[in-house]
């Protein structure tokens, strides 16, 4: 797994000062000090020397100003506003609490306050003051912008819309609440939608990097990647030493599969800003992927050093280490679990997943399981997963797919795919990472070749013989450029089990390997881990061990109708129990030469960007087997799904 790209962080139009005339004093009577006293001229002393850069010189004015006129609003306002910028925010909401006492009604400061207050994390208290911001002053551009922002942190998505949008109808040309909409479409994927404001925003900044470098992003995740590289080159032509230039391009190398050079965009991002957590986070599981592993726990514990309320880098982190009680990162984590109410639902998630990890890890199950049960509910929440259409999908292949047409014969011969399949968790890296140790073979990891493909040509019904000659000739040229000369190509999905009938259809030289296990513990090796990819029927354990004995009647009906020696079925529990006889029988069903680096497979150097990083950089072990049995009636709905059925295993 890797971090996601780190897009520059919205402005939310954050602190506002008093109006140009209010901070020069010119309110109204009953806020005047008295007689020859001016605090406007504390206020304009202060707003020069900002301007000036000099922060600290301001705020020392202002401090002296408080002090001298300790009931003049505007220029507590300001005061606030001078200490929430040098960082210290409890101070910033006490004045603003302050402010209010003196004038309650005053838009600026509910603003600034709710700004102190989102800082601090306390985000419902925040929302309330940006809302009593509006309900003065509905105009009021910046709190609807900033309303929106904590919005999205609570997780009401269809209300922060509602308020970008809000802004955005207020002053169109206002920037911040352009650049923060197209970040929030970014995030909930919605990257066609966000190139058109981040758009809107270069046609009146030209110039923005933080834009430029959203914009890249976006185009980045629509797969446009000529295109992200162009504005990422611009991005670096007006500002080359702009860190955060760096971070997005190694993300976008990453996406490329140069995870070396994107390594290198993300040292080069850390030479400029030491301080991006972020970086260090990607640096860490870039480190992780090219099999570094030493390397990758130590920028991840220099992220949570940086952002040790990140629930994320504590999340990646106890992927790739081992907790111990009382440990460092334990004691880390354990932090982390004190704050949890105060996490958004998006952050909630990640730490439940990572405290669920370091209790597994340390043996406390309940505890683990407890997390895990919430981290999944949570998740469950923001997934669209209609399992009724996703049932009715895997039940309708066998109808599609019947024996004659699977058998057809025709499509290319070529023997150059392999393609690993079976659910999540079940061995599938491991497997690959065996045969990718044979020189000749390349393992491919998740690729989405095939998904490419497919996409590309109408549904299989409506092809002729022309047809799946054309799908397996495009199939062919997409990974044939991945390994110029090799002598097969692993496509390792597990899914793609759903489309082995069109495969050998199209491909009749192809070999498909699947891997199962226990289906309990796949599915408890399924639940316990937060995937990056669309994997929604993992978050309900109901849901999921209906989707396990939907999936295992898709493989009785392949194997009924593929030809002999085309279909491997590999038993995770047997490959451990006798690991060289069956790697033996695997590479001679691929027809490929015993290489004995095979039996070293965890010493194979290549690039594994799956949930399983740490696995298949060790020697096999057995620990896995059974890991059901710990967790006790907590797994009851799931056995109640995997009893639904007369089918004993796969």
């Known amino acids: 797994m890797h971090a996601s790209p780190r897009m ?15 901070a020069a004093g010119r309110d109204q009577p009953r806020s005047r000090p008295p007689q020859g006293v001016d605090p406007g001229a504390v206020a304009t002393e202060a707003a020069r020397l900002m301007a000036a850069g000099q922060n600290e010189a301001a705020l020392a004015v202002l401090t002296r100003g408080v002090r001298r006129f300790p009931t003049h609003p505007e220029l507590l306002n300001n005061y606030g506003n001078a200490l929430a910028g040098a960082g210290r925010l409890a101070e910033a909401a006490s004045a603003f609490e302050t402010t209010l006492r003196l004038r309650p009604n005053f838009p600026e400061a509910l603003n600034n306050y709710g700004n102190a207050l989102e800082k601090l994390g306390a985000l419902d208290a925040a929302q309330a003051q940006f809302r009593a911001a509006i309900a003065l002053h509905p105009g009021m551009v910046a709190a609807h912008n900033n309303l929106a922002g904590v919005l999205k942190r609570l997780g009401d998505f269809s209300g922060a819309e509602s308020s970008y949008r809000r802004a955005i109808a207020l002053e169109p040309m ?40 959203n914009l890249a992003v976006a185009l980045k995740n629509l797969g446009r990647l000529l295109e992200a590289n162009l504005y990422f080159a611009r991005a670096l032509k007006f500002a080359p030493d702009y860190a955060d230039t760096h971070h997005n391009l190694g993300t976008l190398r990453h996406a490329e599969g140069s995870l070396a050079e994107a390594l290198a ?33 130590a920028a991840l514990r220099q992220a949570i050093a940086l952002g040790p309320m990140v629930a994320v880098y504590h999340r990646y982190l106890a992927d790739l280490a081992t907790i111990r009680e009382g440990d460092t990162d334990y004691q880390a984590i354990a932090r982390l679990g004190a704050r949890l109410e105060s996490l958004s639902p998006a952050e909630q998630i990640d730490a439940h997943f990572a405290l669920a990890k370091a209790e597994n890890d340390c043996r406390h199950y309940d505890a683990a399981m407890a997390h895990y049960l919430a981290g999944n509910a949570i998740k469950r929440r923001f997934v ?42 079940s061995g599938t890296t491991l497997v690959e ?5 044979i020189p000749g073979v390349y393992g491919g990891d998740e690729m989405d070749a095939l998904d490419k493909t497919l996409i590309a040509f109408p549904a299989p019904e409506r092809l002729d013989e022309a047809g799946w000659r054309d799908l397996a000739a495009d199939y062919l040229s997409r990974i044939r450029p991945l390994a110029p000369g090799a002598l097969r190509i692993i496509n390792k999905v597990p899914l793609n089990f759903r489309y082995l009938g069109l495969l050998h259809r199209a491909l009749p030289g192809a070999k498909f390997i699947h891997v199962f296990r226990d289906p309990r513990d796949t599915c408890v090796s399924c639940f316990a881990k937060l995937f990056s990819g669309a994997l929604d029927f993992t978050y309900d354990l109901g849901e999921l061990g209906r989707y396990y004995r939907a999936y295992e009647r898709v493989m009785a009906h392949w194997r009924a109708v593929l030809p002999e020696g085309v279909l491997f ?26 290489d004995e680096r095979c039996l070293r497979f965890f010493a194979t150097e290549r690039t594994v960007r799956t949930a399983s990083v740490v696995q298949v950089r060790s020697p096999l072990f057995s620990s896995s087997i059974g890991r059901w049995r710990v967790y006790g009636e907590a797994l009851d709905p799931l056995f109640a799904a995997l009893a639904s059925t007369s089918d004993d295993g796969a």
């Open 174 to 213: 206002a920037t911040s609440p352009l650049f923060n909409y197209g970040t929030f479409l970014v995030e909930q994927s919605r990257e066609a939608e966000a190139v058109s404001y981040f758009e809107r925003v270069l046609a009146i900044q030209p110039g923005n990097i933080p834009t430029l470098n």
């Open 265 to 297: 965009c993300y040292e080069r991002a850390l030479a400029l800003r030491p301080d991006m957590a972020n970086t260090w986070c990607n640096l860490g599981t870039t480190r992780a992927a090219l099999g570094d592993l030493e390397g990758a726990r």
């Open 8 to 22: 520059r962080k919205p402005a939310h139009g954050k602190y506002q000062p008093a109006p140009a005339e209010i």
């Open 569 to 594: 079925d590999l038993r995770y529990e047997d490959f451990v129990a006798d690991f060289a006889a069956e790697a033996r029988r695997l590479v001679d069903f691929c027809g490929l030469a015993w």
């Open 384 to 425: 669209r997963y209609d399992e009724a259409a996703e049932l009715a999908a895997l039940a309708a292949l066998p109808v599609r797919f019947p024996a004659p047409l699977v058998r057809a014969g025709g499509g290319d011969p070529d023997p150059l795919p392999i393609f690993i399949v079976g659910m999540p968790r």
């Open 433 to 437: 990472q065996v045969l990718a140790s």
